[in-house]
């Protein structure tokens, strides 16, 4: 398996641990991946996605607010509710 997130492409990059003598040692590092179960068009897939692609996603996908619960948080300023016409 890949460490590649499958929607950005995010992967393994290299560098060094430096300790405070300066001493570098080789260090890896790797993207924060988790399996996720997305739907695309009515297909459920399973992915590895970074969390800042899961975060997106969340968001982008988050469903709407129905209307009768909206109403009834913020009723109107005037005492009458839209519903009792």
């Known amino acids: 398996m890949a460490m590649k997130c499958a929607n950005c492409g995010k992967g393994v990059m290299y560098g060094h641990n430096v300790s405070h003598a300066k001493n570098r040692t080789r260090k890896i590092f790797k993207p924060n991946l988790h399996k996720a179960r997305i739907k695309l068009g009515g297909i459920t897939k399973t ?4 969390t800042k692609c899961l975060r997106v996603w969340k968001i982008a996908v988050k469903p709407a607010v129905p209307v009768e619960a909206s109403i ?3 009723p109107p300023a005037g005492g009458e509710t839209p519903l009792a016409a």
């Open 47 to 50: 992915m590895k996605l970074c």
């Open 72 to 74: 009834e948080k913020n």
